[in-house]
């Protein structure tokens, strides 16, 4: 059974710092690519973070300098450290876990989300 479990989120002023941690179990970790992903109210999922299973990674412009995603194949577990908190990064942050097989077929796992809210 594949889990991917969310922790870290809460409330934080603008400017604080969060890190978010996803930690895996049921795949074979190293050989997917892990993703942050987020969703405001009213707004469609958006991808924030991504890192390959060789470690490189790509943000979104907006987060860009203030974020960073890192993984630890030891643990199963993903990190999104989450510097310099706008108002606009409130939203609910999922982990995602993907792999393309050779077969062309992808394996696509989802976590329960955990809220981020920056707010004054």
């Known amino acids: 059974q594949v889990q991917l479990v969310e922790s870290g989120g809460g409330l934080v002023q603008p400017g604080g710092s969060l890190r978010l941690s996803c930690a895996a179990s049921g795949i074979f970790f190293n050989l997917y690519a892990m993703g942050w992903y987020r969703q405001a109210t009213g707004k469609q999922r958006e991808l924030v973070a991504a890192?390959?299973?060789?470690?490189?990674?790509n943000y979104i412009d907006s987060v860009k300098g203030r974020f960073t995603i890192s993984r630890d194949n030891a643990k199963r577990t993903v990190y999104l450290q989450m510097n310099s908190l706008k108002l606009e990064d409130t939203a609910v942050y999922y982990c995602?876990?993907?792999?393309?097989?050779?077969?062309?077929?992808?394996?696509?796992?989802w976590g329960q989300g955990t809220q981020v809210t920056v707010s004054s």
């Open positions: 890192i390959t299973s060789g470690g490189s990674t």
């Open positions: 995602n876990a993907n792999r393309a097989r050779r077969s062309g077929s992808v394996d696509d796992y």
